[in-house]
């Protein structure tokens, strides 16, 4: 299993800006391939995609609502994925959650079944960051 740990989550008002970090460790035999990716949960809604990367080629994607203002990158020397937000607004305010799995089918696969799809079925997730804007 893939274990994550999230941090950088706050309190920032409205335009403001927060980098969310999540360290994955692996137990075990370590694959060098993972989909990595964020969902969020705002109280009394459901769950959310929001992003996610493939480790392999750095191939990403968005949901609609997060385009042009997050921006997920990681640094696979330091088992670390990153969201940088920007331009946070009062409804970006939500439980953020961590999620991975590892990938060994390749870009073109995940692509046809869906990065978010393949993260909700496969993905092992961490215990979430609270980012507040106010």
């Known amino acids: 299993h893939v274990q994550l740990v999230e941090s950088g989550g706050g309190l920032v008002q409205a335009g403001g800006s927060l980098r969310l970090s999540c360290v994955r460790s692996?137990?075990?035999?370590?694959?060098?391939?993972?989909?990595m990716g964020w969902f969020r949960q705002a109280p009394g809604q459901e769950r959310e995609a929001v992003t996610s990367i493939y480790t392999r080629d750095a191939s990403t994607d968005y949901a609609d609502s997060v385009k042009g203002r997050f921006t997920i990158f990681h640094d696979n020397d330091e088992n670390v994925v990153y969201l940088q937000m920007n331009d946070l607004k009062p409804e970006d305010t939500a439980m953020y959650y961590c999620?991975?799995?590892?990938?060994?089918?390749?870009?073109?696969?995940?692509?046809?079944?869906?990065?978010?799809?393949?993260?909700?079925?496969?993905?092992?997730w961490g215990q979430g960051t609270q980012v507040t804007v106010s």
């Open positions: 692996v137990s075990g035999y370590s694959y060098g391939e993972y989909c």
């Open positions: 999620v991975a799995t590892v990938w060994l089918g390749g870009p073109e696969s995940l692509r046809s079944a869906g990065p978010f799809v393949v993260l909700q079925r496969f993905g092992d």
